[in-house]
């Protein structure tokens, strides 16, 4: 799950990915660094450009047919700047083209602004060492 508006605000990105096994966390997180240094200094496919066009546009089609799902989206705007903003971000998605994709993601999906946060299914010992106390581990 990508998701740049609806998690937090539009300058913020999380990418969330669930996994089966507990064991399987450091190879998720290197696959997951992997892509994003991909998006940074590879040669995005047309094609796939294309398929996230599509599904931005199904997903703007689905929040507009929705009165409840539109309120929350105008609603989290509004909070972020103006209601009215919605309507053009969404238009402006459209016109995003591969190279500001990599303009961006050069500028900042850099380690300086990345957070990684983990949970398990069943912590270690180590990491149940390392939680401070006083707080759930």
Do not use: C
């Amino acid at each position: 799950l990508i998701n740049m508006y609806r998690l937090g605000w539009t300058g913020a990105m999380n990418i969330v990915i669930r996994g089966r096994r507990d064991e399987d966390v450091p190879a998720i997180e290197a696959g997951a660094l992997s892509v994003i240094e991909q998006l940074r200094t590879r040669h995005i496919d047309p094609a796939t450009l294309a398929r996230a066009r599509r599904a931005m546009r199904l997903e703007w089609e689905q929040t507009r047919a929705v009165r409840g799902t539109l309120a929350y989206a105008l609603g989290r705007f509004e909070v972020m700047h103006s209601w009215k903003s919605l309507q053009p971000f969404m238009e402006e998605r459209e016109r995003v083209t591969a190279e500001d994709i990599q303009r961006i993601a050069a500028r900042y999906l850099v380690a300086a602004n990345r957070l990684i946060g983990t949970s398990r299914l069943r912590p270690t010992d180590a990491a149940a060492a390392a939680t401070p106390k006083g707080t759930a581990p």
